[in-house]
């Protein structure tokens, strides 16, 4: 089955810089990825998915790359914003089937 | 866009009691919903499938008899946890999967389970 590890399970970083978590994964490629954001105490809502066959995807101060040789996603946050503090969670579909299996995760705190 | 409703958000109940937790789609379809587990600092596990009309799949580990599964309609899954006991504690979470998008994976705001 699909192991998919994100590299930091906490990840502080100071106000207006960019903030970059990795999603790594060890098996098949999928024919994309997805990444969240969770709060304490909430379900995860969706951010941004990426297929396979796309390089980087960008919504507002979000971006996300997707490197199927490296098997690697990264996500970067721009400028940014203690609003921002939160847990992200990389999900990947299992291969023939729609269930997600989801990463770790990541808590980003964003300092003043 | 697309909402999820789980009810209830906190529930605290005695070992040995039944708890049901619903998990409704509002504004759209879904043939499937997903249960997940999700214990302090740690990911989110799968627990089971539910397809609209028929039985739940359950993943390896995850006892079918103690978390009975019900998917009755397009909009509706319910989750019972049966013989609570401490150990099953948890913050449990539903998903929708929208018929007309089969990328959509929606969310509900989860429930936080405590058996005392």
């Known amino acids: 089955s699909q192991k998919i590890e994100q590299n930091s399970e906490a990840l502080n970083i100071q106000e207006g810089k960019t903030a970059t978590l990795t999603c790594n994964y060890t098996n098949y490629s999928p024919a994309y990825l997805q990444w969240y954001r969770q709060d304490p105490g909430r379900g995860p809502v969706f951010l941004l998915l990426?297929?396979?066959?796309?390089k980087e995807k960008r919504k507002e101060r979000l971006k996300v790359t997707f490197d199927t040789t490296l098997k690697q996603s990264l996500f970067h946050i721009t400028a940014s914003q203690p609003a921002d503090s939160a847990t992200y969670l990389c999900a990947l579909p299992n291969f023939g089937n729609e269930k997600l299996t989801f990463g770790t995760g990541t808590r980003l705190t964003i300092i003043p | 866009g697309a909402v999820v409703s789980q009810h209830p958000s906190r529930v605290i109940c005695k070992s040995g009691t039944s708890v049901k937790i619903e998990c409704r789609s509002l504004d759209f379809q879904a043939t499937t919903m997903f249960w997940y587990r999700q214990f302090p600092k740690q990911s989110l596990m799968l627990m089971a499938t539910?397809?609209?009309?028929?039985?739940?799949?359950?993943e390896q580990g995850v006892e079918k008899d103690k978390f009975l599964i019900n998917h009755a309609s397009l909009t509706l899954s319910t989750l019972t946890v049966t013989s609570a006991h401490p150990e099953d504690s948890s913050f449990y979470i539903c998903?929708?999967?929208?018929?007309?998008?089969?990328?959509?994976?929606?969310f509900g705001s989860g429930t936080r389970l405590t058996v005392v």
């Open positions: 539910s397809n609209e009309g028929s039985k739940a799949t359950y």
């Open positions: 998903s929708a999967r929208d018929l007309e998008d089969i990328y959509g994976y929606t």
């Open positions: 990426i297929r396979e066959n796309e």
